[in-house]
């Protein structure tokens, strides 16, 4: 009987260290089965659209936390509510990992003061520029029929 | 002499013996007959709740179902703290997402891993 009651406590230890995994395993976590995109309200679906064609395949823990995200949506202004509709799905799309770095990024985000978030801002337009210039040097082909970026001086060699 | 004309001997001797007790002693020893007779307990009646506490109480000790009741609790509680954690990390989840979707930050910045490098690196120079 002892060995029993050895038994439980292993279970209930791993079940407790389970429970303490890291976000990036929320499979583990014990939910209860959520409802199908069948069986959500109207206003549900309309809140939740750009997730209608994934929600079959999402978890138990993924359709509750997205429901309780819905639950906040309501609370949002138009402008938050159309930025998060906007990300849902390719947010949805991520990888566990990606999201967890995701997170931890935000949060660092979130403690810089205004000035230092909107800088944040400023340079990843920099960034995205940058990044797009690079492509188009790329595409286009080394020393052939690229325009020259001032055709005068140029000319005047 | 054998053992049984022994014992016939005995109780003869015993038998003649309790003829030639005094009545003095034979009033004494009726005295303390009824005495301890009068001292004895009258059976009392019990209760059924008392009885079902004393066969709940004499089940409970046996070991094994003191282990099985213990085991059961141990996995109740596990079972209920698995889920509490569940609900509050989801919750938890729920918060940090609903406010990273929602804010102006776009989330390219957040999950481009070199932006972050390039980033430290701009503000080094």
């Known amino acids: ?157 | 002499m054998n053992e049984l004309h022994f014992a016939f001997r005995v109780r003869q001797h015993l038998n003649q013996s309790l003829q030639q007790i005094d009545d003095d002693k034979l009033a004494r020893l009726k005295a303390a007959r009824e005495a301890a007779l009068s001292a004895q307990k009258e059976p009392a009646a019990v209760p059924a709740l008392a009885s079902a506490g004393h066969y709940l109480r004499f089940n409970f000790d046996s070991r094994g179902l003191r282990f099985s009741l213990a085991a059961l609790a141990l996995v109740l509680a596990a079972a209920l703290y698995v889920h509490w954690q569940g609900d509050k990390l989801i919750a938890e989840l729920s918060d940090i997402d609903s406010a990273l979707l929602s804010d102006d930050v776009p989330m390219e910045a957040l999950v481009d891993k070199d932006f972050n490098e390039w980033l430290k690196n701009s503000q080094e120079r």
């Open chain 1, 1 to 157: 009987m002892a060995k029993k009651l050895a038994g439980a406590l292993i279970a209930a230890l791993c079940i407790g260290a389970a429970a303490h995994a890291t976000p990036t395993s929320t499979a583990v976590i014990a939910t209860p089965p959520q409802p199908s995109w069948a069986s959500l309200s109207v206003e549900q679906k309309t809140i939740l659209s750009p997730l209608g064609n994934e929600w079959e395949r999402l978890d138990n823990t993924r359709r509750k936390k997205w429901l309780a995200i819905a639950e906040r949506y309501k609370r949002m202004t138009p402008t938050e509510q159309a930025r998060l509709q906007d990300k849902m799905r390719d947010w949805a799309m991520l990888s566990p990992e990606q999201r967890l770095a995701a997170r931890e990024r935000f949060k660092e985000f979130n403690q810089l003061p205004p000035e230092e978030r909107e800088n944040v801002k400023q340079k990843w337009q920099e960034y995205r520029q940058q990044k797009d210039d690079e492509q188009r040097r790329k595409v286009e082909p080394a020393g052939g029929d690229t325009v020259p970026a001032n055709p005068a001086q140029e000319a005047g060699k």
